[in-house]
């Protein structure tokens, strides 16, 4: 079965620290993304990737870097974390072919900022 | 979002009864999708669908791009339906982006 897995499932980060979000695919999609979601709000895009070493800019992409080194893999950096990123991301990977545009999502990451 | 327009905003059911939720699309949609976040916060998809219906169990999703909407229909509503339902909307013309909407949080109750 398709599977996306991120670490780590939970973080307390420091304000202004650095803080990486990690993502793995086993489902050989091209496509991955990560998405924010805050309090009793839906998923909003950050960043995605269509191939390895390549990253496009989503819907809210400031105060955020990505990194698609393989096809597997796909992490969302915080290079100075702020409150206002608490929230929970998950990442998602899609194929675009047989199963059309359908995510599969990760369990979710809850970073908490202090 | 201002793209994908979710409702009701949330929802009680009694057990064993039926409802529909539905989204609105200001956006040329290609695609749609349903998905369920469960209580602890996991995201499953229930429906992909072009233009149609589909139905699975209880549940039956209609999507009519004319008129851009989408319907998600639950039959005979069990404790487990239980959780918040969003509707996802692939974009025709903006790089086949996928916007969601806020949400239906459903309760159902024994």
Known sequence: EAAVTQSPRSKVAVTGGKVTLSCHQTNNHDYMYWYRQDTGHGLRLIHYSYVADSTEKGDIPDGYKASRPSQENFSLILELASLSQTAVYFCASSDRGNSGNTLYFGEGSRLIVV | ?110
């Open chain 2, 1 to 110: 979002g201002d793209q994908v327009k979710q409702s009701p905003s949330a929802l009680s059911l009694q057990e064993g009864t039926n409802s529909a939720l539905r989204c609105n699309f200001s956006i040329a949609t290609t695609t749609v999708q349903w998905f369920l976040q469960n209580p602890r916060g996991s995201l499953m998809n229930l429906f992909y669908l072009v233009p149609g219906t589909k139905e699975n169990g209880r549940l039956k999703s209609t999507f009519n791009s004319k008129e851009s909407y989408s319907t998600l229909h639950i039959r005979d509503a069990q404790l487990e339906d239980s959780g918040t339902y969003f509707c996802a909307a692939e974009a025709r013309n903006n790089n086949n982006r996928i916007f969601f909407g806020d949400g239906t949080q459903l309760v159902v109750k024994p």
